[in-house]
């Protein structure tokens, strides 16, 4: 299935298994550095490949080692990056993961990440492809003002969308967003987004408060599983048993496998289950691709659990 991804592209630096974060005028250390291909859009758009989907990426990228980094990590990993720009004016943005069996903390660069528009993309952008998603919205500083019209524009030409929002990083959390779902096919929320987003404590009440009677939201809950509204209904599925390594990029594999069992015509109960596998086999190993399943992997894997 031919997809395209738009949104950041940037290496993750991994600092592992710190063992409390760092306070203001204070130093800890970390076991092990590693240094990955980062960002949400991209994490997802590996997984999409691993899964057997052609998968185009579009973005933007300084012309300097990162950028070289991030393009060649692409390729390696089967992606079209034809679309990504890589320009001299720009510089390629990164995020530091401070990581902990249990949880993470990232400080990010931007640079590169918010610059991609749609002036960027070229004409007839959609011709050829069955899906478009896009990651990190409260980061997409150029695209987000006509990501409605785009998710539109693609929908016009019979391409499904769907959309990661990501954390707002200054709190605001823009109503704007409620306006583009009107053009979302599925949104794909974490709980502490869905909670910020409808300013609803409890996630059930924020996902029927996000229900716009055409969006298909997506709760991802972490070690609790994920949940989402069908014909009305809660679907819940828990979270697999897996022996965690580095969370970093999870959500953004969950994304790429339930897309690719919904865009399949599978159940939302089924995609779910695919999905949460697929988000947790990608935490067995360092960084958001070192692990990721193929689909014959993340079958076995509920097959293993399940015995069906």
Known sequence: MNILVAGELNPDLILCNCQSFPAPGKEVLVEDLHLTLGSSS??????????NNHVAFAANVGADIWGDFCLSA???AGLDVSLVNQRSDLKTGITVSITSPADRALITYPGAMASLRPEDLPGGLFSGFRHFHVSSYFLQEGL????????????ANG????????????????????ETLEEVDVFLPNQTEIREITRCGDV???????????TLVVGKLGAEGCISLA???TVKVDAWP????????????FNAGFLHAWLRGRPVRDSLSFAAACGALSTRGLGGTATQPTEEEAENFIHAQ???
């Open 144 to 155: 987000r003002p006509r990501l409605k019209n785009l998710f539109a524009e693609a929908r």
């Open 159 to 178: 391409v499904s969308t769907s959309l990661d929002t990501g954390y707002d990083p200054t709190g605001e959390w823009s109503r704007e967003l409620i």
């Open 74 to 76: 692409l390729r390696q």
């Open 306 to 308: 399940t015995g069906h």
């Open 204 to 214: 059930v009440e924020g996902l029927r408060k996000l229900d716009n009677g055409h």
């Open 231 to 233: 014909g009305g209904q």
């Open 42 to 51: 991209a994490i997802c758009a590996v997984q999409f490949v691993r899964l």
């Open 242 to 253: 897996v022996e965690v390594r580095d969370t970093t990029g999870a959500g953004d594999s």
